[in-house]
């Protein structure tokens, strides 16, 4: 249940006072969880607020509750919604979601032609990202800045990204990509209108990426809808966990193509 005494706002130089407490919650819970997130000094965070790229949650008497910030890589083409974080004391109440949804307008205004994307092991935030319209995709879908690559250093889980090649670790990645919105919502259209005039519209057929990263083309009504099938990705999910802590012969390329085709089960 969300808390109706939390506000959500865009972040101001003013809230600065909380740039000490954001950065030391982000690193307590990264070790928590047992992953990792770019290393951000409180004095990072603080120009974020000063650029008007962030979005901070606080109580009406002025508690911290939850912050996010915008990142902008390959000269602005993609766009992260990074360091999501919630007081301990806040969780439970919908406070990451409305952060999500409101970093996620922010970077719509500042960026509108940019592809919004991100990186997580949390199936929370990744539930999120899904009625943001993010879908599942391939490392190779994701910006290629070598800036953004080197904040995963941090992450205990750095050596697998490497052994992988970086294109694949446990985390998911995820995009929103506002072109193809744009075409989907176009068709749809164009569907609407023909099925109002009785009449059939050729649609192009849509790219299904595999978890090997090999392309299938589908039919748009051969597509299943990601978030209507997330305790199937969950499944993917742990299979994956599996077979990339576990390695051995298991985790090759061809064998998780035989096993699971990310996309095609949903």
Same mark, same amino acid.
């Given at each position: 249940m969300e808390?109706?005494?939390?506000?959500?706002?865009?972040?101001?130089?003013?809230?600065?006072?909380?740039?000490?407490?954001?950065?030391? %919650?982000?690193?307590?819970?990264?070790?928590?969880?047992?992953?990792?997130?770019?290393?951000?000094?409180p004095e990072y965070v603080e120009l974020k607020m000063?650029?008007?790229? =962030?979005?901070?949650?606080?109580?009406?008497?002025?508690? @911290?509750?939850?912050?996010?910030?915008?990142?902008? @890589?390959?000269?602005?083409?993609?766009?992260?919604?990074?360091?999501?974080?919630?007081n301990p004391a806040f969780r439970g109440h919908g406070v990451a979601k409305s952060i999500k949804h409101r970093i996620f307008e922010l970077s719509r205004e500042?960026?509108?032609?940019?592809?919004?994307?991100?990186l997580t092991t949390g199936l929370a935030v990744m539930k999120i990202n899904s009625e943001l319209g993010y879908e599942p995709v391939t490392y190779s879908e994701l910006?290629?800045?070598?800036?953004? @690559?080197?904040?995963?250093?941090?992450?205990?889980?750095?050596?697998?990204?490497? =052994?992988k090649e970086r294109k694949n670790c446990l985390c998911t990645g995820m995009l929103y990509d506002p072109a193809q919105k744009l075409k989907e919502a176009e068709e749809k259209a164009m569907r609407d209108r023909a099925a109002a005039e009785h009449k059939t519209v050729s649609v192009q057929p849509q790219m299904m990426v595999? =978890?090997?990263?090999?392309?299938?083309?589908l039919h748009p009504k051969k597509q299943r809808a990601f978030k209507e099938n997330f305790r199937?990705? %969950?499944?993917?999910?742990?299979?994956?966990r599996y077979v990339l802590?576990?390695?051995?012969?298991?985790?090759?390329?061809?064998?998780?193509?035989?096993?699971?085709?990310?996309?095609?089960?949903?």
């Open positions: 808390n109706t005494d939390i506000i959500v706002r865009v972040a101001t130089p003013d809230d600065k006072i909380y740039a000490k407490t954001i950065t030391d %919650e982000m690193e307590s819970s990264a070790k928590a969880r047992g992953t990792g997130i770019a290393k951000r000094s000063d650029e008007g790229k =962030a979005v901070i949650a606080l109580t009406a008497k002025g508690d @911290w509750v939850g912050f996010c910030y915008i990142e902008a @890589w390959s000269h602005g083409k993609f766009v992260a919604n990074s360091g999501l974080i919630v500042k960026y509108p032609d940019a592809k919004i994307f991100g910006t290629d800045d070598e800036e953004f @690559w080197k904040g995963c250093r941090s992450c205990v889980n750095f050596d697998i990204l490497t =052994a595999a =978890a090997d990263g090999n392309i299938d083309m199937l990705f %969950e499944r993917w999910l742990r299979y994956k802590l576990k390695g051995g012969n298991t985790g090759t390329a061809s064998n998780i193509k035989k096993k699971f085709f990310l996309f095609n089960l949903f």
